[in-house]
């Protein structure tokens, strides 16, 4: 066999070799991005969850309240502005509420009635410009960050603070984005903190947080319940509710639901 035909079978077996290596990465990758059927835009309430907001008025004036924490500068009832769906048609609701022009946070935020402990959630929400800025908060104390623009641990997705933002899972400005979470409580034992809390995130159908621990409240006092304790270090075990933040954006919500769940061992991963 000449040296010529030697040498193009090396080529070969080495671009065979190549081929494969690519497909386990690919495999590799698509492996970590991880999907769930029950997650992502568009995804049904599960059995046993309570639908809290479907865009309606009726549902908002039904389930939900203002938070008054520090700087809240509003009135009942919600101010958050009836619009319409720009996807699908049919009704939504905005954040705009005028309250929080300017970005005041904890001015004109809502939070759910109901208060919870361990459980699953689902929102659905729609960035209509440049920017836009809200964010959902478990318990009123933790925030799952919405931010266009922004792909740090302030950014889009990020457990605030805590983890790097999987910008590559947002649907971008004018399209339904959606937060599937579960989330466990902190637990306490004779008043002292003994496990923190903890959260698995899927954005748009994608796995982006798993087992993630959060250390404390972030934002101080204004961004919710126990900011303004030991520098958001001190928890406490006081119940609170789902929270959307209004920081006079046009951020629009719909299909919020929840599961209320008991999670006794460390694990959030659905």
């Not at 459980?119 to 960050?145: A, D, P």
Request: aromatic share 10%.
């Amino acid at each position: 066999m000449n040296s010529k035909l030697l040498s193009l079978r090396s080529l070969l077996l080495l671009f065979a070799i190549s081929l494969t290596a690519c497909s386990s990465q690919k495999e590799e990758a698509t492996s970590d991005a991880s999907s769930n059927q029950n997650t992502g835009v568009g995804a049904k309430p599960i059995p046993g969850a309570e639908l809290l907001l479907d865009g309606s008025r009726a549902s908002l004036d039904a389930n939900w309240e203002y938070w008054e924490g520090p700087r809240f500068n509003s009135e009942m009832p919600i101010k958050w502005l009836d619009v319409e769906d720009p996807v699908d048609g049919g009704p939504a609701i905005s954040a705009n509420d005028a309250a929080a022009t300017g970005g005041k946070y904890g001015s004109a935020d809502i939070v759910t009635k109901k208060k919870f402990r361990d459980k699953r959630v689902h929102v659905e929400f729609l960035i209509t410009t440049k920017g836009g800025n809200s964010g959902v908060y478990l318990q009123n104390r933790y925030e799952i960050q919405i931010l266009d623009g922004n792909k740090t641990k302030h950014g889009m997705a990020a457990v605030i603070n805590e983890t790097v933002s999987p910008y590559y899972a947002y649907n971008g400005i004018g399209k339904w984005n959606a937060y599937d979470i579960q989330f466990r409580a902190a637990r306490f034992k004779d008043g002292d903190l003994v496990e923190k809390p903890m959260v698995t995130v899927y954005f748009n159908g994608q796995k982006v947080h798993t087992n993630q621990i959060i250390n404390k409240v972030w934002g101080g006092e204004n961004s919710g319940l126990d900011g303004g304790n030991d520098n958001g270090f001190g928890i406490t075990d006081r119940p609170g509710g789902l929270k959307l933040q209004a920081e006079g954006h046009d951020v629009r919500y719909r299909s919020v639901w929840i599961k209320e769940l008991d999670l006794a061992d460390g694990n959030t991963d659905f």
